[in-house]
């Protein structure tokens, strides 16, 4: 059974860089049609999709968060990676990541990790 | 402010049925399929309903999805308990070049 774990600090001060990794055990993160995202919850909000790593080795973000996200892989490891720059308070969120296979017209981020809180205080 | 809108809460006794709507517009619902994603309080979201009104394995047939233009809907027949959680809808928006959600409604089983 695939899964994810996502690891990273926990508390941040406004402007540092936000580093998150995703460890996939159970499975290779390579594969055609296999897709890795990062997808954050604000406390008590809804969903926002951050920026996904394709299987082709190509990347794509939220066009609200383009200019502060990098999102990379190592195949080697079964690891993604989120960088999210310049933090503010506005980042405090559950951080997951997920898989999704096909692409928008696939079958959905279909294994998510556990999530982890991130908060951005002073 | 979402780019999917769903009603934040709806709620239901057991046994009966309880429909969750999801409008969007044109470059997301009304070009590409509908996600629906259940999170039980204090998990990670679950994938529910894929491609408009797929389940993957293991999500009980209760459990239905549709779409009709630029707006889908959640089905869920014989409420129970263990449905109480928020359900998410989810899109592609071809004019944003993004995954946009619902903003998440709030199932109560009374």
């Known amino acids: 059974q695939l899964q994810l774990q996502e690891s990273g600090p926990g508390l941040l001060k406004p402007s540092e860089t936000l580093p998150l990794t995703c460890t996939v055990s159970?499975?290779?993160?390579?594969?055609?049609?296999?897709?890795w995202a990062w997808i954050r919850q604000p406390p008590g909000k809804g969903l926002e999709w951050i920026g996904s790593?394709?299987?082709?080795?190509?990347?794509h973000s939220s066009l609200s968060l383009k200019s502060r996200v990098t999102i990379s892989a190592d195949t080697s490891k079964s690891q993604f990676s989120l960088k999210l720059s310049s933090v503010t308070a506005a980042d405090t969120a559950v951080y997951y990541c997920?898989?999704?296979?096909?692409?928008?017209?696939?079958?959905?981020?279909?294994?998510w990790g556990q999530g982890t809180l991130v908060t951005v205080s002073s | 402010q979402s780019v999917l809108t769903q009603p934040p809460s709806t709620s239901g006794t057991p046994g009966q049925r309880v429909t969750i709507s999801c409008s969007g517009s044109?470059?997301?619902?009304?070009?590409?399929?509908v996600y629906w994603y259940q999170q039980l309080p204090g998990t990670a979201p679950k994938l529910l309903i894929y491609?408009?009104?797929q389940r993957p394995s293991g999500v009980p047939d209760r459990f239905s999805g549709s779409k009709s233009g630029t707006s889908a809907s959640l089905a869920i027949s014989g409420l129970r308990s263990e449905d109480e959680a928020d359900y998410y809808c989810?899109?592609?928006?071809?004019?944003?070049?993004?995954?946009?959600f619902g903003g998440g409604t709030k199932l109560t089983v009374l």
């Open positions: 989810a899109a592609w928006d071809d004019s944003v070049s993004a995954w946009v």
């Open positions: 159970g499975g290779s993160i390579s594969g055609t049609g296999y897709n």
């Open positions: 044109s470059s997301n619902i009304g070009s590409n399929y």
């Open positions: 790593f394709y299987y082709d080795g190509g990347t």
């Open positions: 491609r408009n009104d």
């Open positions: 997920a898989r999704h296979y096909g692409g928008s017209s696939g079958i959905g981020f279909e294994y």
